[in-house]
Each structure stands twice: as C-alpha cells, then as structure tokens.
C-alpha cells in the first residue's frame, strides 16, 4: 500500500482560496498512491483561532467541493484533513473529511478532544462524539485528530472498531515536536497498528510548527519522517503486517480492561 503524507505549509499571505487550490494540485499531483493524507485545520492555521469563525463552512462547503474533485481526479483515497465547520446550529466544530477514490464523502470525523486549556479550540468549538473508522479495500483505518494523540483510550476504542492504520492530522507546536513523535510511536506500539501522523509546516498565529510528519509500523519503528518545511512524505507498507503482528506478540489479546 502506498500513501502520501503533504506535510503543508500555512502562510498568513497566501489566501485561504489560493491555499485550497494549491493544495489540490499537490493532491492530483499524488495519483498512484492509494491513500493521500492532509494536516489538521490547513485552511486557517491551527493556531489562528480568530479566523476559526470567519472561515468556517457548512461539511459540504468550498474545502468539500475541491478536495472531492481532488480525489477523484488523482483516483486515491483521501484523508482531506480537517477544517473549521459550521454545524446548522451555529456550533464549530473540528471536522475532518475522508472521501474516497471517485470523489464521494466516506467519512466525516469531529475532533473529540479541544485542545487550549479553557481556551481557543477549547472554547470556540464544540466536541465530537463519535469515533470513526473507514474500510479501505487494504485495511481499516481509525481517525483521530492531533490532541486526541494524547488520549490512548480513543485509540483502544478504534482498535475494538477494527481499525488497523491509524491517520492522525495535526497542528502541532514545535515546542512540543518530542512529544508528537513519542506519542504517534506509542500509539503504534500499544494498538500494533501503522500510524500515519501528517502534521503542518510554517508558522500559525506565530506559533511555530512541528512539521515531522511520520509513518510508524505495529512494532514501533518509523518507517519515514518529514523534515520542518514543506513536503510530500511517501512510503510503501505491509498493511498485512498488522494481522501478522497481532499473532506473534498478541498482547492485545491478554488486555483487561
């Protein structure tokens, strides 16, 4: 199987429309691959959370319009990332988009866990319930988004689910970049599952990004890691891997609680 992480760069002085463009011809750009992974909130920033309200749209608003005809133009499963969405009662939310190869919308996740502390994401958008997973002809794949990463019992959820790769789009600080890549390993040692953590690249509201986007195998090791800057991270794996994992350490099979 192959996929293809855009670890993207968010530039205040590039408009949200021209980004969406931009970004759809990166995903074009990836046909071939049988998954295609975006960051979280590549439309504003993560960190612009005064724009979360200027620039939030309806699910199936200009990002949905654009990243379908992406998808189905590059024929791949794409994971669009996720953008700040107005639900028809006025609530934010944290939604990512997952559409499949001939443009049709698979899958919607809210982000669960609002990062900020009492404070932007936190407060400005509403919480998602629901855990989501999407069966692809290779493997099933669970959907988290970035803070959820620190929440290991999101993660077992998914796993009981069925899910095999985890996707996990992210917004993350640099000054936290140990922990991106700690935690995405973690994740994939403890599910025995890939992990595919695509995170943004740039500056958001002058908070510095981690970039380093990476993919992890069911044992642990990275299999391929991004840089800082901009880039289009691809790598090949086993999805069978995981079955074969789970039954020579089936540590999964002796969990209690």
């Given at each position: ?41 590549w ?6 959370f005064e ?12 990002t ?9 133009d ?21 939604t ?33 319930e ?18 959820d ?94 079955s ?14």
């Amino acid at each position: 199987m192959r996929a293809s992480l855009i670890q993207i760069a968010v530039d205040e002085d590039e408009s949200v429309e021209s980004r969406r463009r931009r970004v759809a011809s990166l995903v074009r750009d990836q046909a071939g691959a049988d998954l295609v992974v975006l960051p979280e909130l590549w439309t504003t920033g993560a960190f612009a959370f005064e724009e979360f309200g200027n620039e939030a749209e309806p699910l199936e608003g200009p990002t949905h319009e654009v990243m379908a005809k992406a998808a189905s133009d590059a024929g791949v499963w794409l994971h669009a990332g996720s953008v700040p969405e107005r639900a028809p009662d006025g609530t934010l939310y944290n939604t990512s988009l997952f559409f499949s190869p001939s443009g049709e919308l698979a899958a919607s996740y809210r982000k669960i866990h609002r990062f900020g502390f009492d404070k932007g994401e936190a407060v400005l958008m509403g919480r998602g319930e629901d855990l989501v997973t999407v069966r692809l002809p290779e493997t099933t794949v669970g959907v988290a988004t970035c803070y959820d990463l620190r929440f290991p019992e999101l993660f077992r959820g998914l796993v009981d689910a069925g899910a095999e790769t985890l996707v996990i789009p992210a917004g993350w600080p640099e000054r936290r970049r140990a922990h991106w890549t700690l935690l995405a390993r973690a994740r994939a040692v403890e599910n025995q599952a890939f992990v595919l953590a695509c995170g943004t690249a740039g500056t958001h509201a002058r908070v510095p990004q981690a970039g380093h986007s990476l993919v992890v195998d069911p044992w642990g090791e990275v299999l391929a890691e991004a840089g800082a800057d901009e880039e289009i991270l691809t790598v090949e794996f086993d999805p069978g891997k995981v079955s074969v994992t789970r039954e020579q350490f089936p540590a999964l099979k002796d969990r209690v609680l």
